[in-house]
């Protein structure tokens, strides 16, 4: 079955870097949309990044020039590089596959998610 398991957030202040990884198994990962989600209490996820399994990416208004999706498909995993971090970005990130089809149309997989926390 499909799994994805999050790893690499924490505290930062802001201004601060993070790196986001997601492993992927049970599904063909070079053929698949891979997408970055985040969601704060009282909120529906929200989509911040997006990369096609051919590399073409799409981000949220809120985050482009400070994220960065991109993905290794020998490792089987996605990554997101958070730069300037801001509080607004603090939420519990989660990745998704999905299809492509000049945007993400994310499948109902989600992980366990990883808290992000941006404080001084």
């Known amino acids: 079955q499909v799994r994805l398991v999050e790893s690499g957030g924490g505290l930062v202040q802001p201004g601060g870097s993070l790196r986001l990884s997601c492993a992927a198994s049970g599904f063909t990962f070079s053929n698949s949309a891979m997408a970055w989600y985040r969601q704060t209490p009282g909120k529906e996820r929200a989509l911040v990044a997006a990369i096609a399994s051919g590399g073409m990416t799409r981000y949220a208004d809120s985050v482009k020039g400070r994220f960065a999706i991109s993905r290794d498909n020998a490792r089987n995993t996605v990554y997101l590089q958070m730069n300037s971090l801001k509080p607004e970005d603090m939420a519990v990130y989660y990745c998704?596959?999905?299809?492509?089809?000049?945007?993400?149309?994310?499948?109902?997989?989600w992980g366990q998610g990883t808290q992000v926390t941006v404080s001084s």
């Open positions: 998704n596959n999905g299809v492509w089809t000049g945007m993400f149309h994310p499948y109902n997989n």
